[in-house]
């Protein structure tokens, strides 16, 4: 059973600093592309940033690039967002997401964590 637990959100002053994790188990977990989404209330949920299974290939919603960075420990079945200089439109449950397959065949989910920023 494929499981994706995050942790690490919480309640964050704007310009502070968070650092999301997602521990994942029951999959092969480094040939997964693994992502962080976000969904703020009353909005479609969004890719915030997504990590490549080989190369560390990574991509940024415009709106996170130079604040955020995501990164992967495969020994280790982790994936982290490390964000900065948060605001207050940063505020929303954070999803961690992992894909695999020609069509995404493979596609699971995390219950997500909230993250909200105070102004």
């Known amino acids: 059973q494929v499981q994706l637990v995050e942790s690490g959100g919480g309640l964050v002053q704007s310009g502070g600093s968070l650092r999301l994790s997602c521990a994942a188990s029951g999959l092969s977990f480094s040939r997964y592309t693994m992502s962080w989404y976000r969904q703020a209330p009353g909005k479609e949920r969004e890719l915030v940033a997504r990590?490549?299974?080989?190369?560390?290939?990574?991509n940024y919603a415009d709106s996170v690039k130079g604040r955020f960075t995501i990164s992967r420990d495969n020994a280790w079945n982790m994936v982290y967002l490390q964000m900065n200089t948060l605001k207050p439109e940063d505020t929303a449950v954070y999803y961690c997401?992992?894909?695999?397959?020609?069509?995404?065949?493979?596609?699971?989910w995390g219950q997500g964590t909230q993250v909200t920023v105070s102004s």
């Open positions: 990590i490549r299974s080989t190369g560390g290939v990574t």
């Open positions: 997401n992992a894909k695999y397959g020609p069509m995404n065949d493979y596609d699971y």
